[in-house]
Each structure stands twice: as structure tokens, then as C-alpha cells.
């Protein structure tokens, strides 16, 4: 069964989903997935590349953006360049489901308490739910304050 899970975060701004990102990520490199990074265009996913490689002072999230050759268990992807590599977990940091989200293991949704980003993921959850996913919720506002 598809399985999509939402991670909702106290907060409304860019930084906290981005550091939520990181400890994502680094939950899931501890295990033998793969995952792809579904950014908004180019320019989001290379700021987001820089940032992985930075993610903490001791440590770093290897990853590779799609038009890279080297490997890398993270990849970034965007619509233009949009060719994953592997079908295990997708994070969609857009506000749209990308067309072949099916054919992935996982998908991750991150949801912020921005209004625009609040409306966008309802209307997402919505066709997960109609598209016959497995919803798993993860609040994660008591843990974050």
C-alpha cells in the first residue's frame, strides 16, 4: 500500500523546516534507504544542496543534485530535471504531488504553519487520501517547544 507521511511543525518560517528536514534525513541515513528531494526549481535545490553538506558543525548530509554524476543517497530533484533515481522515499518540498508519487515506497510532506503552506498541504492530503494512501500523522508541535 502507498504509504504518505505528514510532519507537522510548530512553526511558520523556512528555517524550522529546514532544520527539521536535516533531522529527517539523518533518521533516515541511518537506515538503507534512499531518498529524493523534490525542490520547487533549481535555484531552491541548490541553496537546499549547499545547506545538506552544512547541515550541523560535526557532520554533513552527502548529496548530490540530479544533474550530477557522483553518488549520493540523497538526491535533489525539481519539475524541469525531474528524473529520480530510485523509487524508495520521496520528501515533496513543493505544494504540488508530483505526477509519479505513486510509484514511490514513501512519500514525506513537511507542513508548516504558514497559511499559504497550511492550505496547500490540506488539499494534498486530500488527494492522498482519495488516491487510496496510507496516512500516518506526526505532530511534531509538542516536541518542538
Known sequence: MKK???YILAGADEESRQQFLGKLLSRIMRT???????CADQFSAQKLSERLWEFQATSFLANRLINESHSARIC??????????H????????DQIPDDA????RIAEIVTQQPDSLVAS??????????????????MRPKQQ
Open 122 to 139: 490540506r488539499e494534498r492530503y486530500k488527494r492522498y487520501r482519495t488516491e487510496g494512501y496510507e496516512i500516518q500523522h506526526n505532530d
Open 4 to 6: 504518505a507521511d505528514f
Open 76 to 85: 535533489l530533484g525539481w519539475p524541469e530535471q525531474h528524473q529520480p533515481p
Open 102 to 105: 505513486a510509484q514511490f515506497e
Open 32 to 38: 538503507e534507504l534512499q531518498v529524493y528531494l523534490y
Open 87 to 94: 523509487r524508495q522515499v520521496i520528501i515533496n518540498l513543493t
